[in-house]
């Protein structure tokens, strides 16, 4: 045990592990909140396609030789994103079949981008750890972690200046239009949210793995929890707990950050379950 | 001034027409049934007056200073509700949201006049429970507390007893003729139950290949209702 402590006496002497704790907690913090209403909107899947869509605006970016692409990856996933949303109920292609149409289609052309025009020798290290994220929460710079830290201040602030809306919204969105809410302004400000929220993640997991920082924390909360509040309170928790414990033993254990965050919350989801089975819900 | 007045409206969706050349208003303290056949487009109507998408051609004309803030609305159940982890309170307390503009959190009166609604439907026991785990009966109770959260007016209702066993749904018609006799709030629904419709309704429009809109006892004396009602579509 005291050598553990030692260990991670010693790390945190490092800026990296420093960076990449507090870039871990902001993100998944800020990816756990819209959880619950992605899951019930039957949007589950769209943190995987947003972020291949950032992954196809990453690979134009490098092709463009853009020395910061950023911008151009934040507004292409903005804009896909009010798509996506924007189509909800009464679209000719559902929910899930334009999550999916997208999520590949960007895959493929910003693979097809990056093999034509890139002249790096190391291809499918650069695309593996895009989709993985396996090195880069641990080469961030401090400018990053600031921009991640505003970002985030923002994405919360905005979620908590529209939480009643967005449970208007998600709860039934007729009734909302119907008694005079702005369902449509508020469907966008949550796309934006929700754009913001993955660009920023996939710095963290890679794009492949944020659905599961999206899904798991609201899915193992409503195992356990009765109401949108505690719901939500609930797995912003459990999103960072995940986190910090998966970094730390990723830290320890020499093993890839992305995939250890998503081990921890697997192995949680199954103790949420097993206790929300038990219980038989808390009513809170 | 009626409280809505619809001129010449012809509704649909995807440019096909569904009701061609529909007039009739509805006063303050009416209540009013909308009857017909499946795919007459009874819940088309009501989305139509409610704003939630246009009509091909006509108008709707709003009076008594009714704004859309001060509508009550009783949807049909979604599929999301069914897994959504929410409290009765959280729900009924949603109601306000209309009223809410850019401000961001519900006030003191407002949490209150919520209580008053959950007590007036009957279900402060269940305050505190979630909503997707009560019987049919008590989520419609939820959302009719709900729709007076927005509404001291004029509530929609969509086929709100159906699924409801005969029992729970003789309660509910008589919350929704106490909402009208005691609160003097205007009622327009849609309803599969002509019977009950009869029984409870001022007025009644009955869309399909024949119209009518007029008072309940005109409809009995058209004979339109009897065909209809002898149609096997009674329940």
Known sequence: MTEILNKLTLYWQYPFVRYA?????????????????????????????????????????????????MPLVLLITILSAVA???????????????VAMISVGALAVGYLLMNLFTPSGNLSGDV????????????????????????????????????????????????????????????????????????????????????????????SAMRVFRSFRSVTICSAVFSVFCSLLGILISILAGTPVGSTIVAADIVMFFVFSAFGAFMGGVHA | MALITCQNLCLGYDGREILHDLSFEVNSGDYLCIVGENGSGKSTLMRTILGLQRPLAGQILTGDGLRVSEIGYLPQQTPVQKDFPASVREVVLSG????????????????????????????????????????????????LARALCATSKLLFLDEPVSGLDPRVTAEMYELIEKLNKEQSITIIMISHDIAAALRYASHILHIGDRVFFGTNAAYQESGIGTVFMKGGDVL
């Not at chain 1, 907690?25 to 909107?41: N, R």
Request: a positive charge; glycine letters at 8%; hydrophobic letters at 50%.
């Open chain 1, 21 to 69: 704790l507090a870039v871990g907690v902001l993100i998944s913090l800020c990816s756990s909140l819209l959880g619950v209403t992605l899951v019930l909107k039957r949007f589950s899947f769209i943190g995987d396609g947003l972020s291949h869509v950032a992954f196809g605006a990453m690979a134009i970016a490098s092709v463009l030789h853009f020395t910061n692409d």
């Open chain 1, 84 to 98: 996506l949303l924007r189509t909800g109920q009464n679209a000719k292609i559902k929910g899930d079949a334009a």
């Open chain 1, 128 to 219: 593996c750890s895009t989709l993985f994220g396996s090195t880069s929460i641990l080469t961030l710079t401090k400018t990053e972690v600031r921009l991640c830290a505003v970002l985030s201040v923002i994405v919360v602030a905005a979620f908590v200046f529209f939480y009643h809306k967005v449970f208007a919204v998600t709860f039934d969105e007729s009734f909302a239009a119907a008694t005079g809410v702005k369902t449509k302004v508020y469907n966008f400000i949550i796309a934006v949210i929700i754009a913001v929220i993955i660009v920023l993640a996939m710095n963290l997991v890679g794009s492949l793995l944020i659905s599961a920082l999206v899904i798991f924390p609201a899915l």
């Open chain 2, 96 to 143: 306000f949201e209309g009223k809410c503009g850019w401000r961001p959190f519900y006030t003191k009166a407002e949490k209150q006049q919520a209580e008053e609604n959950i007590r007036a439907m009957g279900i402060e026991a269940l305050s505190r429970r979630c909503y997707r785990e009560l019987s049919g009966g008590q989520q419609q109770r939820v959302l």
